[in-house]
């Protein structure tokens, strides 16, 4: 049963350009939640994917943007990226309530020069 | 912004040695769940206590939940070198069922052989 599969594992952008992240979920998981995690610091909620729909956001810009796809993977969109948006990208599966755990992915490393 | 508050921000032990780390929340909550990290890498989820039990146990690792102080441990006994990680305390909101994680900072554990 494969867990939570995310790609690229590290990426180098350069500030202003834009970033598209990917992640499959766990078998037989619909909700996808995405993670910013900074050096030093717990994962930030940025959004989940419920239905191919954004059901829930935290407080992050509009420059954060995503997709779910009918099959429930997933995309995590950065435009005009910035230095400070260099962190471990982090994606989470789970069931579609907050009673259940979260799986999470490996992660992909964001490095923004 | 940070729900969870870890407290000690990093333990130093011996193997064999037992670690008690200790987070505290601000709001009503559905669940807490304990999470490990590895070295920038992946969360690998430990256990999730409801709101309305008051202590759980999955192998060497024990929990405790007190919703009137808001707190919760987790107490990992006999450690070994292999528990060196940082261990993350994320609760939702209570009636935010959408099961967005609200992280601390974490505790940064160190077991020496």
């Known amino acids: ?113 | 912004s940070q729900q969870g508050e870890e407290d000690p921000q990093a333990l130093s032990i011996q193997e064999g040695e037992n670690a008690t780390m200790n987070c505290s929340y601000k709001t009503s909550i559905n669940n807490l769940q304990w999470y490990r990290q590895n070295s920038g890498r992946g969360l690998v989820h430990l256990i999730l206590i409801r709101s309305n039990e008051r202590e759980k146990h999955s192998g060497r690792l024990r929990v405790t939940l007190d919703t009137s102080k808001k707190s919760s441990s987790l107490l990992i006994t006999a450690s070994r070198a292999a528990d060196t990680a940082s261990y993350f305390c994320a609760t939702d909101e209570d009636g935010g069922s959408q099961g967005n994680l609200i992280f601390g900072k974490g505790t940064k554990l160190s077991v020496k052989p």
């Open chain 1, 1 to 113: 049963d494969a867990g939570v599969t995310q790609s690229p594992t590290h990426l180098i952008k350069t500030r202003g350009q834009q970033v598209t992240l990917r992640c499959s979920p766990k078998s037989g998981h619909d909700t996808v939640s995405w993670y910013q995690q900074a050096l030093g610091q717990g994962p930030q909620f940025i959004f989940q994917y419920y239905e191919e729909e954004e059901r829930q956001r935290g407080n992050f810009p509009d420059r954060f943007s995503g997709h779910q796809f009918p099959n429930y993977s997933s995309e995590l969109n950065v435009n005009a990226l910035l230095l400070g948006d260099s962190a471990l990208y982090l994606c989470a599966s789970s069931l579609p309530t907050g009673y259940y755990e979260q799986y999470f992915g490996p992660g992909t490393r964001l490095t923004v020069t």
